[in-house]
């Protein structure tokens, strides 16, 4: 059965990846400090990297006391460090989403 001519579906081409000429043709369009910022945000995400993969395996080492493949400690410890990271990151942006940045940032202004 064929959907109609007008149903909306776009139906892809053997061999092709419509995603990919999608993603680039929308980032083509872009205005340049779009394109900028989301560079950006990429090399930032790219430069956090290590510094995340190094937290993890200190929480395993220096907090917990374990030795990589010795026992449970380090096991342990690298999953608090992942655990705590990833709540780090969703409550911060739950607390953005619910309560705005200014409630964010509310422990560090002074009330008046």
């Known amino acids: 059965m064929e959907p109609p001519e007008n149903s909306g579906h776009v139906?892809?081409?053997k061999g092709k990846i419509p995603v990919l000429g999608d993603l680039f043709g929308a980032l083509k369009?872009?205005?340049r400090p779009m394109r900028i910022l989301l560079l950006v945000t990429c090399l930032?995400?790219?430069a956090?990297?290590?510094f995340l993969l190094f937290d993890i395996d200190w929480m395993g080492k220096k907090v917990y006391g374990?030795?990589?493949?010795e026992g449970k400690l380090y096991n342990h410890g690298v999953r608090a460090?992942?655990?705590?990271l990833m709540l780090?990151?969703?409550?911060g942006v739950g607390v953005v989403a619910v309560g705005g940045e200014r409630e964010m940032r509310g422990c560090l202004e002074k009330k008046e």
């Open 11 to 13: 139906v892809a081409k």
């Open 44 to 46: 930032n995400w790219i």
């Open 29 to 31: 369009d872009l205005p």
């Open 88 to 91: 780090s990151g969703v409550l």
């Open 81 to 84: 460090g992942a655990l705590e």
């Open 48 to 50: 956090w990297f290590p």
């Open 66 to 69: 374990g030795k990589v493949g």
